[in-house]
Structure formats: C-alpha cells, structure tokens
T-cell receptor, first 117, second 119 residues
Framework: AQKITQTQPGMFVQEKEAVTLDCTYDTSDQSYGLFWYKQPSSGEMIFLIYQGSYDEQNATEGRYSLNFQKARKSANLVISASQLGDSAMYFCAMREGANFGNEKLTFGTGTRLTIIP | GAVVSQHPSRVICKSGTSVKIECRSLDFQATTMFWYRQFPKQSLMLMATSNEGSKATYEQGVEKDKFLINHASLTLSTLTVTSAHPEDSSFYIC???????????????FGPGTRLLVL
C-alpha cells in the first residue's frame, strides 16, 4: 500500500480563492510527522508546514494551514486567498517514528496547482 | 530557515565520465544529509542517507558503487556518479538536518538541486 497518497494530479484554481490539496497517509507508528513542500518550476523544495502526530492543534503558517484528521489519516493542505505565485507542484511527505534526526521522508506523487488570473 | 547549497546547479557530461555534486549546509551543522533523485514529472525518491563520519545507508535498488556518497564534515556531503550513462540523467537534490539551539530541526532543508544530463 502507498504510504502517502495524493489523489489530485492537477488542480486549477481562480486567483484569490481558497484551495485544498488532499493527502492521506498510512502508518502503524504512533509517532510520526507530516510535511508539505512546494516545488516551483525552478526545482527547489520549499518547506511549507509541519504537523506532528501528537499535535492537538492544526498547524498554521501564514496563508497555509493543515487540516489534520488523525482518525481518517488525512493531512490536507489549505491555501487561503491563492496567488499567482502559488502555482507549483505540491508534495505531501511523512516521517515515520520519533524525531531523532535521521529519519527519512516518504513523498507522495504530488499535485500540480495552477492559479488562474 | 536554514540554507543548503548545491553545486553545480547544472552539468552536462559525456557517457562514461564521473560527476561530483556537492551539498553544503551554510548556517547550521548537518549531522544527517539525504540524497534524492527526481525524474521529470515524478516524485522524489530517496537514494541514500548519510551521517557525518560514517558510511551512507543506501535504499534498496540503489547501486552504492555507482553513487558514491561522502559526508566528511558537518557542512559538506558529496555525491559522485561514477561512469555516468544517459539513464543517470536526472534531477538530484540533497537535503540536510541538524541541531540548533532549538533542538533537532523538524524538517529537512533542501538544496536547490542539480540537473544532470549525460550524453
């Protein structure tokens, strides 16, 4: 089974609208972390937001928020008031196990988001 | 956030030659570095994990003799693609994690990537 599933290969959203990018995960660990990264056409991976499995509050970073539903094993990214610069590839990723420093990340297949003026 | 650099950003080489890619953490000590490759329109695939001063741990299916990784210091890791062939053409990205006054960084910090084209 896929550990990280992103079911939306591409999305088109009107500028200034909110957008939700879906991510579901599969793990048997109690301690894990969930990440969202943005990859523009230049290729760099930009860290957006992090949610720990024991965090009770949904993570927020500016226009980004993570809708964490632990029982459903979903960690959707919500971008409010989308901007043209938000057009990029978005990857959901998971770290299994506690945060001891050398744990690897597993990435989803990504969602290409295009913001329409 | 922490800064990770990669050099070169782009390289074209002839088949059979070796190519070295450097990954540096500029403002923190990177105890652990990761190397990924990404084919066009695909996700990142982890190749190996390296801890400073020890041998890298390679993912299943990655040839350790072809992709040599050296993590000799807390700020530098290198990936050498030996005897490169056209099928090795890809986007190679490194990332690093380290410890600061706030403890372990939650995320891996990524370099800007290196586009390798083998002719």
């Amino acid at each position: 089974a896929q550990k990280i599933t992103q079911t939306q290969p591409g999305m088109f959203v009107q500028e200034k609208e909110a957008v939700t990018l879906d991510c579901t995960y599969d793990t048997s660990d109690q301690s894990y972390g969930l990440f969202w990264y943005k990859q523009p056409s230049s290729g760099e991976m930009i860290f957006l937001i992090y949610q720990g499995s024991y965090d009770e509050q949904n993570a927020t970073e500016g226009r980004y928020s993570l809708n964490f539903q632990k029982a459903r094993k979903s960690a959707n990214l919500v971008i409010s008031a989308s901007q043209l610069g938000d057009s990029a590839m978005y990857f959901c990723a998971m770290r299994e196990g506690a945060n001891f420093g050398n744990e690897k990340l597993t990435f989803g297949t990504g969602t290409r988001l295009t913001i329409i003026p | 956030g922490a800064v990770v650099s990669q050099h070169p950003s782009r390289v074209i080489c002839k088949s059979g030659t070796s190519v070295k890619i450097e990954c540096r953490s500029l403002d923190f000590q990177a105890t652990t570095m990761f190397w990924y490759r990404q084919f066009p329109k695909q996700s990142l695939m982890l190749m190996a994990t390296s801890n400073e001063g020890s041998k890298a741990t390679y993912e299943q299916g990655v040839e350790k003799d072809k992709f040599l990784i050296n993590h000799a210091s807390l700020t530098l890791s290198t990936l050498t693609v030996t005897s490169a062939h056209p099928e090795d053409s890809s986007f190679y990205i490194c990332s690093a994690r380290g410890v600061s006054s706030g403890g372990w960084s939650k995320t891996q910090y990524f370099g800007p990537g290196t586009r390798l084209l083998v002719l």
